[in-house]
């Protein structure tokens, strides 16, 4: 089959199997369909002019039986004669020069990524309204910048696909890894509020970048080493942190890595966590916060699920069944108390107000409300899926029939609790995140941010491994994850779960 008309933006793979490319962004689903990475888009401004020249050997002579030799011959050496000529002319492309460097625009697409556009314009989300000024005050030498044009890079990446880009932002990366060391070595800097942030847009630019294997389940370990810095850098800070705004909207933002990574590794939470809540509770700028009723309730999940991992790892038999009734009771308790929570927000509005969002159409206190309620349902989902094994190892043990009975009546009770917060965190993913085709006739963005994203990459992620729900929950939760990654550019959701 012959290539014919103009250079195809297809990817490669799609060309070699002369298939139609759907060029998705970041990659092509065909590509995902066949298990191989999108090798990316050729850029045809690139390209530049493709002249064809004659030579001798550009077409084949037809047999003619009335031909003349003698002119076929000079056409010959008329033809030979072109192409030495064209072969010493230079070479003609289109060049493109930018007119302004692209690390200009790095803070910029930063902030964007967690604006809201309503009726009355563009605002920053309420936890980051922080982030303009603190990025002003920001010079071109700080850790601050260098890490906002990583990620910035890599945001790149994601969209173009490209092999030259995507070493570029892996250099951009270890600068700012070299930049942050330095700092943290300055005791002045370790409190500072840029120190914080740097760390925290350093765990965004592993989620960004992703997992380097899509069959990895584990977090990268990139992404733990940056919590971990993050927890050193709160206990610093101390218990002045909470005095200000700002403090307490950095620690809103970053204390949720912290729990995350506590219950995935089984772990209470730090011994810190209960003076600082106290903190958080008592300081008249953070009473407010909506976040700070699911901090509370995400550490109890986290110490409930620490005491179901200690003893599955211990292994005794006779202490899961003195333990079993009140890791039970404690797991209801805690449902019990995060569905008083839920159930005290707004209800969704079915059209935006003049200062609500437009992509949503919901306003700041509902979707805030909501990731809320998706992070203690992630949060309760985990502890109900550790129970479920801790009942599992239980029924191992010799028991009478009558306990027996009892212990896979209470196993299947989490099962049926597993699936009920499943289809709770499923059902707001279309309304968090609106289809592009639903949002056609609205005036907000097509482009989904990363704010919504993030807060639905945990949840999503527990129900896509979850080997105890049905398998149209966990193939929507895949469905949102591919979303996430393809749309937004978050490849952590890709390449972990799909």
């Known amino acids: 089959m012959v290539n014919t008309g103009l250079p195809s933006k297809d990817c490669h793979t799609c060309r070699r199997r002369r298939v139609k490319c759907d060029l998705g962004r970041p990659g092509c689903l065909r590509c995902k369909k066949i298990g191989h990475d999108c090798p990316g888009y050729r850029d045809l401004s690139r390209l530049g002019f493709n ?30 004669r072109h192409f030495r000529f064209a072969t010493r002319q230079p070479q003609l492309a289109l060049t493109y020069t930018p007119t302004e460097q692209w690390e200009d625009h790095a803070k910029p697409l930063v902030i964007s990524q967690f604006t809201i556009l309503t009726l009355q314009g563009a605002r920053v989300y ?9 990025f002003e005050r920001a010079d071109a030498k700080s850790t601050l910048h260098k890490v906002c044009n990583a990620v910035a890079s890599a945001c790149f990446d994601n969209r173009s696909r490209s092999d030259s880009m995507g070493f570029s932002h892996k250099k951009l990366y270890v600068k700012a890894l070299q930049s942050l060391s330095n700092d943290i070595s300055h005791v002045e800097k370790q409190k500072q509020d840029q120190t914080l942030v740097a760390v ?44 200000t705004k700002t403090g307490c909207q950095l620690f809103q933002i970053a204390y949720p890595i912290i729990q995350i990574q506590a219950i995935q590794a089984g772990r209470p939470p730090p011994p810190e966590a209960i003076a600082w809540l106290h903190s958080m509770q008592t300081s008249p700028v953070a009473r407010e916060m909506l976040f700070l009723p699911a901090f509370l ?41 995060i569905d008083a929570v839920i159930t005290q927000g707004p209800a969704p509005q079915s059209q935006p107000g003049p200062s609500d969002d437009l992509a949503t159409g919901q306003t700041q206190k509902w979707l805030m409300n909501q990731h809320a309620a998706n992070y203690l349902n992630a949060f309760l989902f985990r502890v109900y899926e550790g129970s479920v094994e801790l009942l599992s190892q239980t029924l191992k043990a010799h028991v009478s029939p ?10 299947e009770s989490s099962i049926k609790r ?11 993913l279309p309304l968090l995140m609106p289809a592009t085709v639903a949002r056609t006739d609205q005036r907000g963005p097509n482009v989904p941010t990363w704010g919504h994203a993030l807060k639905l990459l945990w949840p999503l992620g527990l129900i896509a491994c979850s080997a105890h729900v049905h398998d149209s929950q966990r193939a929507a939760a895949k469905l949102g994850l591919l979303r996430i990654g393809y749309e937004v550019g978050i490849m952590r959701a890709v390449r972990t779960y799909a």
């Open 51 to 80: 002249f064809r020249i004659l030579t001798p050997e550009s077409y084949l002579c037809h047999k003619d039986r009335n031909h003349d030799p003698q002119v076929t011959k000079g056409s010959a050496q008329e033809q030979g």
């Open 402 to 411: 009558k306990k027996h009975a009892e212990l896979l009546c209470q196993r």
């Open 297 to 337: 309730y995400s550490d109890l999940a986290c110490r409930i699920y620490s005491t179901i991992r200690d003893l599955i790892d211990q292994g005794s038999c006779e202490r899961m069944l003195k333990s079993i009734d009140d890791v039970i009771v404690a797991c209801r308790n805690l449902e019990s108390s």
């Open 126 to 134: 309420g936890s980051f309204d922080f982030l303009p000024q603190l």
């Open 200 to 243: 925290w847009l350093l765990c965004l630019y592993e989620l960004l970048v992703g997992a380097p294997s899509h069959k990895s389940q584990l977090e990268p370990r990139g992404w733990n080493a940056h919590g971990e810095a993050m927890l050193g850098l709160l206990r610093l800070r101390g218990q002045n942190q909470f005095l």
């Open 418 to 428: 597993l699936l009920h917060l499943a289809d709770r965190i499923i059902v707001s």
